[in-house]
C-alpha cells in the first residue's frame, strides 16, 4: 500500500505481533487532553487505499483500559480517495489530564474491504425473516 511521509518524525505503522489484525499508528505531536475532552493527534502519513478497501481506526485496547482514551468516533472510517493526513481524534474518558507524546502509539489501523452497491431500490415490502422488525435486544433470552 502506498504511504506519503508528511513529517519528519512519522513513524511507518506497524504490527504489534506476527499474526495481529491491525497496525499500530503514532502520535507526531506532543498533546495534553483535557478530562472528557478530545483532541486530534497527527501520525504524519498520508495514505492510499486501493479502490474497495478502506481504513478502518479502531482503539488500541492497552490505551482504552489502561488510560481511558479511545477514539471519539469509535472507529473511524477513512475512504480510498481520501488524501489527506490520517488523524486520530482522541477522547479522555477520565477525570484526569492525559497526556500523549510524539512516537506513542494512540490507535490502530485495520485495512478492511466492503461491497460496493451502486444504487438502492425502493420497495414497499422487504422479505420476511424470524427476527422481523425486532431490534435493540430482540435476539436476547
Partial sequence: MRIKRL???AIVPTKGSQHA????LYSTETVSI??????????????????GYFGAIYARSGLATKEGLRPA??????DSDYRGEIKVALHNDTNTLKTITAGDRVAQLIVMD???ITNFEEVN???????????FGSTGE
Fill in 114 to 116: 466492503y461491497y460496493h
Fill in 73 to 78: 468516533n469509535c472507529v473511524g472510517v477513512i
Fill in 21 to 24: 489484525a491491525g497496525y499500530d
Fill in 34 to 51: 483535557r478530562p472528557h475532552e478530545t483532541a486530534l493527534i497527527g501520525t504524519g502519513w498520508a495514505m492510499e487505499f486501493p479502490i
Fill in 125 to 135: 415490502v422487504l422479505s420476511d425473516t424470524s427476527r422481523g422488525e425486532g431490534g
Fill in 7 to 9: 513529517s519528519e518524525n
